[in-house]
């Protein structure tokens, strides 16, 4: 029953994505392609309800075993209902929503970036404790390049060398770096979908 059950599994992965590939290729079959995106969708937006029903159980048990975890489980349950109500009545851009996301959101992003800047100084340390090459070198002027050319210096103002630096550095190195990774990540979506194609994974089950 088991094998049979993945057998039929893997013949509707298979039928699907082909039908879905060869849509976009066969005019004729764009309707049905569509379709199968829509349905893609909407099983989406269940399998977020779903991730959204698991969160507010597993705080929802965690608000009942006391301490710092239930304050905390309780604190994301609350905010994550006024957010959702909010959200529903006055719109994604309404005023209201645009007050939360500017006084939650992105003051959390803020500290998370403040982490990170404390983190890489913490990582500079320790690479230069451990290996001083040229390349330890390059890494830090780097650094500080970015950072001082991004942020005016007290007293000083912006300096239009590291400004300028800073665009060069930015608009080229770091620029092909992210297309490079975002190539890399377009074609390991491109093999993982090819073995999903051919039966080598199964990750509908069998």
């Not at 199968?36 to 959204?52: P, R």
Request: charged share 10%.
């Amino acid at each position: 029953m088991r094998r049979t059950f993945a057998l039929v599994n893997a013949v509707i992965a298979i039928s699907t994505g082909l039908l879905v590939l060869i849509g976009y290729f066969i005019p004729g079959l764009g309707a049905i392609r569509d379709i199968l995106l829509q349905w893609a969708a909407i099983l989406a937006a269940f399998a977020l309800l779903v991730g959204i029903t698991n969160l507010l159980m597993v705080h929802g048990k965690k608000m009942g075993g006391g301490g710092a975890a239930s304050a905390y489980s309780a604190i994301t349950i609350i905010a994550f209902l006024i957010t959702v109500i909010v959200v529903g009545i006055d719109k994604p851009t309404g005023d209201w929503s645009r007050l939360i996301f500017n006084s939650i959101t992105v003051p959390v992003e803020n500290s998370l970036l403040a982490i990170l800047a404390i983190s890489l100084i913490y990582a500079v340390i320790r690479l230069f404790r451990r290996k001083l090459d040229i390349y330890t070198v390059l890494f830090v002027v780097t650094i500080f390049i970015v950072l001082l050319g991004a942020t005016p210096i007290y007293g000083v103002g912006e300096i239009p060398v590291l400004t300028t630096l800073r665009g060069w550095i930015t608009n080229i190195f770091a620029l092909a770096g992210a297309r490079g990774i975002l190539l890399g990540v377009a074609l390991g979506i491109v093999a993982t979908g090819l073995r999903v194609l051919m039966g080598a994974d199964r990750p509908y089950g069998g």
